[in-house]
């Protein structure tokens, strides 16, 4: 059975960091593009990175850009989110998702499997 799990979200204060990591059972996530999304209550999921199969090409949102970073390592099945200088806007369930086109996506229609998310809170 194909399977993500989120895991390292919990509470933080305004600019601490947090890693997130997603790792797969049932498939081998280097034959995939892996994007973190995240929603906040009352909004929109929305994408925050991806990384593309092969080349290691990386997508992020401007609202991300110079905090976060995306990482993979096939080895442990496994990709990380580095989350740096959060800030409270970044309060959310994060979602790591696969998608088989393999290159970068950011719309949630691109992707086939989903995690059950993880709940990173930004507060003081």
């Known amino acids: 059975q194909r399977q993500l799990v989120e895991s390292g979200g919990g509470l933080v204060q305004p600019g601490g960091s947090l890693r997130l990591s997603c790792t797969a059972s049932g498939f081998t996530l280097d034959d995939y593009a892996i994007g973190w999304f995240r929603q906040a209550p009352g909004k929109e999921r929305e994408g925050v990175s991806c990384i593309s199969k092969t080349d290691g090409i990386q997508y992020y949102a401007d609202s991300v850009k110079g905090r976060f970073t995306i990482s993979r390592d096939n080895a442990k099945n496994t990709v990380y989110l580095q989350m740096n200088s959060l800030r409270p806007e970044d309060t959310a369930v994060y979602y790591c998702?696969?998608?088989?086109?393999?290159?970068?996506?950011?719309?949630?229609?691109?992707?086939?499997?989903w995690g059950q998310g993880t709940q990173v809170t930004v507060s003081s």
């Open positions: 998702a696969a998608a088989v086109g393999g290159t970068i996506a950011t719309m949630t229609d691109d992707y086939d499997s």
